[in-house]
């Protein structure tokens, strides 16, 4: 193995919560991974430790210059007792990609993935069994140098956090059901030449004034429009959005503006294996609420890591909780019930991995 880290076990372990009412992201586990980046000496002294706080300069350049990037992941436990990743080096791939967009240090993807293994290795008893649940993987890096002055960083901390997890929206049995979506027309999320593509907190903390609107719309997330002419729909809250109009199933395209996503990533192999017409195109909200007055809209759902399929049920806009276009009968839809089967079969170990895309840990 061409990386190895230390380990150090806390001697304090805590009580593993209850699988039946475990909420996303509120729980963690005993260990973290941590890592640091000097320039002129690397990546160096990556090691598991017991879970704690972290020591930050009141100056450190992550709070003053937002100079950081995260990821997310999940291992799932099989039903013969065994751990999987799900694509963990198409992660390590994008987290590469966003350290190279805020000028952090870059890593071979290897030692990204061999850290996650690690950590999750060590875990592997915090993994829940029942169904709809897993342990959501975080890694992160910061820059923590202390200075105030708007230039790159030159000391970094690599930090991976695992929480057991159920369902993202607290469906029965970890399921799915049918989420309302408001249209958002005044804020953007991002623009070409920003940084939609990579995962950074900026992004997520600018879109917290849209979420608060579709919250007190009763929505669960937001749809994007693109920051130009607010015409075309790009993402779904946290995920990526995919429209079912006839027989074609159309999504945003790749231009900087949304994140690749994994699973979205996955959910376009899947349906060219099916068969099914699946376009990277640009698509106007005016031509998705013509589909859905016409009937020809059949679908629409989000893809991501947290929800793995989540299926969109309604569409809200303007500033009433009435005013919203019900798509198809409002339900799941067959093919976002087929494409979550097929997800979390293969993540779970419960369908054959006939795609290469699970990573057993060991």
């Known amino acids: 193995m061409k990386y190895s880290f230390d380990i150090q076990k806390t001697g304090s372990p805590k009580a593993k919560p209850d699988p039946d009412t475990l909420k996303f992201g509120k729980e963690f586990t005993d260990h973290m991974f941590v890592m640091e980046y000097q320039t002129g000496k690397g990546w160096h002294d990556g090691r598991v430790v017991p879970y704690g706080p972290l020591s930050l300069d009141p100056a450190a350049a992550v709070f003053h210059y937002g100079q950081e990037m995260f990821e997310g992941m999940k291992a799932y436990r099989t039903s013969d007792g065994r751990v999987l990743l799900f694509r963990p080096y198409k992660n390590a791939e994008r987290a590469l990609a966003s350290n190279i967009r805020m000028c952090m240090p870059e890593f071979e993807t290897e030692m990204f993935v061999e850290a996650v293994k690690t950590l999750v290795n060590v875990e592997r008893g915090w993994i829940p069994e029942k169904p709809g649940t897993s342990l959501y993987i975080r890694p992160f890096i910061i820059a923590d140098d202390p200075f105030l002055g708007v230039h790159a960083a030159d000391h970094y901390i690599f930090v991976i956090i695992c929480s057991p997890v159920g369902s993202y929206y607290n469906t029965p049995g970890g399921g799915l059901a049918p989420t309302s979506i408001y249209v958002e027309r005044e804020y953007v999320r991002a623009a070409v030449g920003g940084v939609g593509f990579a995962k950074v907190g900026g992004n997520y903390a600018a879109s917290l004034k849209a979420q608060t609107k579709a919250n007190a719309m009763g929505c669960e997330q ?82 991501g890591t947290a929800a793995v399929i989540s299926p969109v049920g309604r569409l809200v806009f303007g500033d009433s909780k009435e005013n919203g276009l019900t798509i198809g009968s409002g339900g799941v839809g067959e093919l976002a019930q087929r494409l979550y089967d097929n997800l979390y079969g293969i993540q779970t170990g419960g369908l054959k991995d006939d795609m290469g895309w699970t990573l057993e840990v060991n």
């Open 222 to 303: 937001v749809l994007w429009l693109d920051a130009v002419e607010h015409s075309y729909v790009e993402e779904i809250g946290t995920s990526n959005a995919f429209f079912m109009i006839g027989d074609e199933v159309i999504t945003a395209p790749l231009l900087g503006t949304i994140l690749p996503g994994v699973t979205r990533a996955s959910v376009i192999e899947l349906l060219n294996k099916w068969g099914v017409k699946i376009s990277e195109r640009r698509l106007r909200i005016d031509d998705v609420i013509k589909a859905i007055e016409d009937g020809s809209l059949k679908e629409v759902f989000a893809s």
